[in-house]
């Protein structure tokens, strides 16, 4: 009875020590990029051991809150968010790896976008969001689909107990989810209004769930009620604080202090610790130093390790947590998809999608429904695609689900570019989406400019066959000036008396061979017309000398482009092999200028019937990187049997030209133009620093027989390779979200073209001519 009374007390003390171990919630704030201290912070407290069984977390708290209670180790979170991938999550950007090149618009000048859709009343609706979310939303069910399958859709069931905050702006509350999707409750927690689209989660819509609670310390203390809270807080608004910064970084701050409700320290109470990290020279919006916000939260909540080892006496052993995620990360069924279900259009539209994900086989590995995804988002006759993964327990397999929007839309491009030389000009660009069986889409674009204008009305049908293909038709007008691209306040002493116009009408049908590979086989009839001074000069008065050459070309191509950018690439390969014959009949009219020739007075209007073929082969490739460095080679080649036309400049005006530098297009080179020509060269890229580049590229011109002037303005062929032509550049290059800024000095192998300094934003693209 003695020994039976001393151990009841003994036994109670046990119960109460062990029976009820030290529960530790954590709670992670939201804060844009600063989130990413949470990693150092989770990092920091696995290394000492310190258990943590609940999380709450908002916006980028959230997601990391997410990964950690899905399994996955502050090592494998680190080199997720120290990827080039993540970067491209959280920017909008993703590489045409799984996007089908056959399904992209031709390159233009275009910088800046926006989607205006037509409901059934006639109204226009703006789409406001700032960042492409088509990467993001499926890296996040690559990350979490797994784990929500393993905790059957009930948070209290992953790896770590896990709570997620988001805000119902509607009813203007702030919601705790728990369960449901893993991956949309971490879409919903950093929607950021204005920059992400909102989605719908229990039939609400629903945003970043930093407006509301962005601090949800009362949350982990109404759903867990733990022991010990350690909360850890990255935004800068905080309880009872106000900006003291001057006056533009708080206008460059200010949707945080917009959208961010205040994280209040005082709501840790007694049993807990308030853990902020060193972020004041960090903003919320910039992503990229991922391994220095890591460290101030580690080095943060190392500086607080007494304070929670001291408060914490419970440890985890690092085995055992080992051996606890390994047996929660083994239970995750591989992602093997046994159906896709599509909703939100109707039954014809929902064929045109499931074509897209049609393979030969029972099931799809992820990359199958990858690629479907990126076809599918590449078709820009959809407003919305969001896609969903469910796990479906008795098949042990996935359904991959689509939640899509088709409207009949119109998308607004703007661009252009602004330089020192005059060849600024403005673009502008109209397109209109619709989808049935089959996906139609019409635009219309136009460029304006002293020296380049133009006109181009495109219509094309997309059919969603097992083996896709297009059709399509375009009407295209082009205008170059090149003696506008004289100086405007200094007098040229050399101005180029040329001015080119053509009109085309073509019709294409494509298919493609891979995701970066296309075929195009069209016809083409075009009016080309242009006007030039047989010496190159001009008096008041004095009328050009003019040819036209009406015709009708078919052609065929191969093409292949993987660039990571439409200007200033730096990877990637653009390759290029295209099949033509050519038709048509010249007329040439002397000017005045000829007539007054005392051996042309007599001269009238030549007719003559021209036919050749031609073969160009054009291949750009950034074939090597190490570092910061990329090395890249343009290489070129033309075989035609060009025939020689009615003078030296009608001859040079239809011949075809190699264009080696950013400029090329705005300058009538004579020496890089030929019936057939070998060409190419080197491109350095030396990236100096992020989206600053120092470029330096070199090349060489071979034409096989320059095309020469005789006499007044005979022409004839030069020997076979008897010369050679240089040009290079040596510039920089700052990538924009709105085009390049680029600042280069160029050099060509010209008397009158030799030295030039070019300073531009936005892109330097034209349409392509009718001969080319």
């Not at 009949?408 to 020192?420: E, P, Q, Y």
């Not at 090149?482 to 405007?488: L, M, Q, R």
């Amino acid at each position: 009875m003695i020994a039976y009374r001393y151990l009841l007390p003994f036994l109670f003390t046990f119960c109460a020590l062990y029976g009820h171990a030290q529960k530790v919630g954590l709670v992670l704030s939201g804060g844009g990029a600063k989130g990413l201290a949470h990693i150092g912070t989770l990092k920091a407290l696995e290394e000492n051991n310190i258990p943590v069984d609940y999380i709450t977390g908002t916006s980028m708290g959230g997601i990391v809150g997410a990964m950690y209670a899905a399994g996955y180790t502050p090592a494998q979170m680190e080199k997720i968010a120290l990827s080039k991938d993540f970067q491209d999550w959280v920017s909008g950007k993703y590489t045409s790896d799984y996007s089908l090149f056959f399904q992209k618009n031709n390159v233009n000048a275009s910088a800046l976008s926006a989607k205006l859709s037509i409901d059934t009343s006639l109204r226009l609706s703006f789409r406001s969001n700032l960042v492409n979310d088509i990467p993001l939303n499926f890296a996040l069910l690559e990350l979490f689909s797994q784990a929500s399958a393993v905790a059957k859709d009930n948070f209290d069931n992953l790896f770590i107990p896990y709570r997620c905050m988001v805000s119902d702006v509607l009813l203007q509350n702030s919601i705790t989810l728990k369960s449901g999707s893993l991956a949309e409750a971490v879409r919903a927690t950093m929607t950021v209004p204005f920059v992400y689209r909102p989605i719908r989660v229990d039939g609400k819509y629903v945003f970043d769930g930093g407006i509301y609670n962005n601090f949800p310390v009362d949350i982990m203390k109404k759903e867990f009620k733990p022991d010990y809270v350690i909360g850890v807080n990255v935004s800068s608004k905080t309880f009872k604080e106000y900006p003291k910064d001057n006056g533009d970084r708080l206008l460059n701050r200010s949707l945080i202090y917009m959208f961010l409700a205040k994280s209040d320290s005082t709501m840790i109470g007694e049993n807990g610790i308030y853990i902020q990290p060193n972020l004041t020279d960090y903003t919320s919006t910039n992503f990229y130093p991922v391994a220095e916000l890591i460290k101030q939260g580690y080095d943060a909540a190392m500086a607080n390790m007494a304070q929670i080892k001291k408060a914490v006496t419970r440890r985890t052993n690092p085995e055992d947590l080992s051996i606890k995620r390994n047996n929660f990360n083994n239970k995750k069924p591989d992602l093997f998809f046994s159906s896709i279900s599509v909703s939100g259009v109707n039954d014809q539209q929902k064929k045109y999608i499931e074509r897209l994900f049609k393979k030969d086989k029972a099931t799809f590995n992820l990359s199958d429904i990858k690629q479907g995804y990126y076809k599918l988002v590449a078709d820009e006759t959809f407003e919305t695609v969001y896609p969903k993964i469910s796990y479906n327990q008795p098949s042990d397999s996935y359904t991959f689900e689509i939640v899509a929007r088709p409207k009949r839309s119109f998308k607004i491009d703007l661009g252009g570019n602004i330089s020192t030389r005059p060849i600024s000009n403005v673009y502008l660009g109209v397109q209109y989406n619709y989808l049935n069986r089959k996906a139609y889409t019409f635009g219309v674009n136009f460029y304006s400019g002293r020296f380049y204008e133009a006109a181009q009305l495109n219509a094309r049908v997309d059919f969603p066959t097992s083996l896709p293909m297009f059709l399509a038709a375009e009407m295209t007008f082009n205008h170059f000036n090149y003696y506008s691209t004289s100086s405007i306040f200094i007098e040229n002493p050399s101005p180029t008396y040329i001015e080119q116009t053509d009109r085309k009408i073509d019709f294409k049908f494509g298919i493609p061979l891979n995701r970066g590979t296309k075929i195009t086989l069209s016809a083409a009839a075009f009016n080309n017309s242009d006007h030039y001074s047989p010496t190159n000069t001009f008096n008041v008065g004095d009328i050009l000398d003019r040819t036209t050459f009406n015709g009708f070309r078919p052609n065929l191509t191969f093409e292949q482009n993987t660039f990571n950018r439409k200007q200033y690439a730096n990877k990637g390969r653009n390759f290029t092999l295209s099949v033509n014959y050519y038709t048509g009949k010249e007329n040439y009219t002397p000017g005045n200028i000829a007539r007054n020739a005392s051996f042309y007075n007599q001269l009238d209007v030549q007719s003559h019937n021209k036919n050749w073929g031609s073969v160009k082969v054009s291949d750009e490739n950034y074939f090597f990187h190490k570092n910061y460095y990329s090395l890249g080679y343009l290489a070129e080649a033309v075989l035609s049997n060009l025939p020689l036309f009615s003078n030296y400049y009608s001859t040079l005006l239809v011949a075809p030209a190699f264009y080696p530098l950013q400029d090329s297009r705005s300058l009538f080179l004579e020496k890089f133009r030929a019936a057939s020509y070998l060409a190419g060269g080197l491109k350095n890229v030396y990236t100096l620093k992020r989206n600053l580049d120092l470029r330096v590229e070199a090349y060489v011109f071979l034409p096989y027989k320059e095309i020469q002037q005789e006499g007044f303005q005979d022409v004839d062929n030069n020997k076979a390779f008897s010369k050679w032509h240089y040009a290079g550049t040596a510039g920089l290059v700052y990538h924009t979200p709105v085009g390049p800024i680029s600042f280069s000095y160029n050099l060509y192998d010209d008397h009158t073209k030799r030295n030039g300094v070019l300073l531009h934003l936005g892109y330097l693209i034209y349409n392509k001519r009718s001969l080319e």
